[in-house]
């Protein structure tokens, strides 16, 4: 990663980090269980039993599993093969001293400046998993049904927000989840024809 970029995603890191307040500590707390996939899958898949035509739900379901799954397995490769430093290891006294004195100003004047809200994790950093799984649930929500779904966009920004709110992502990380987990199942969705054949419409609700 290039210094400057580096540079600049330190700098954000520190600017929303850095931004607290005890009633968004609680608020973002919640909403970044919204990128748990435990917490997605029963929800989409309650949405899914929910509103779309019982001849449907199969294919959708599936699609909508594919895409979950292979977003995930591809981040995972990723946060394998990058193993960024999370802030709080980055930022670490004895890892500005180490690695980054005279290199990333940055860091080596913010060491320990970390405030983190959530797990104490210190690898595999890029990109944010939880990210990228809300992401992908917004993708197939708004590929699905369209119209207002698309404002599931929303939430899945609160949540790559509150990753690095609460001290455990980059934005660059946030930002790498969010193509990711929208990419993969876009394709899904493409390969697969159900932003196609299956997008839901006053009509298609007429044949349940």
């Given at each position: 990663m290039g210094e400057a970029l580096s540079g600049f995603d330190s700098a954000l890191f520190l600017l929303i980090n850095g931004a607290h307040h005890p009633?968004?500590?609680c608020f973002f707390r919640c909403v970044t269980?919204?990128?748990n996939g435990w917490v997605v899958a029963p929800?989409?898949?309650?949405?899914?039993?929910?509103?779309?035509?019982?001849?449907h739900i199969a294919?959708?379901?599936?699609?909508?599993?594919i895409g979950?799954?292979?977003?995930?397995?591809?981040?995972?490769?990723?946060?394998?093969?990058v193993n960024r430093p999370r802030p709080v290891a980055f930022f670490a006294p004895e890892h500005s001293r180490a690695a980054i004195a005279g290199k990333d100003s940055i860091a080596a004047a913010h060491a320990g400046d970390v405030r983190l809200l959530g797990p104490d994790y210190t690898s595999r950093s890029f990109p944010s998993g939880h990210t990228n799984t809300a992401f992908a649930a917004a993708t197939f929500m708004a590929l699905l049904f369209g119209g207002w779904w698309y404002m599931s966009f929303t939430v899945a920004v609160l949540v790559g927000y509150s990753r690095v709110y609460?001290?455990?992502?980059f934005p660059l990380d946030a930002a790498g989840g969010a193509f990711l987990g929208s990419g993969m199942m876009w394709i899904v969705f493409?390969?697969?024809?159900?932003?196609?054949k299956y997008r839901l419409t006053r009509?298609?609700?007429?044949e349940q």
């Open positions: 009633a968004a500590d269980w919204l990128g929800l989409l898949a309650a949405i899914v039993a929910a509103k779309v035509p019982r001849k294919r959708v379901f599936i699609c909508g599993a979950l799954t292979l977003g995930g397995m591809v981040n995972s490769q990723i946060k394998r093969q609460l001290g455990v992502h493409m390969l697969s024809g159900c932003g196609r009509e298609s609700h007429a």
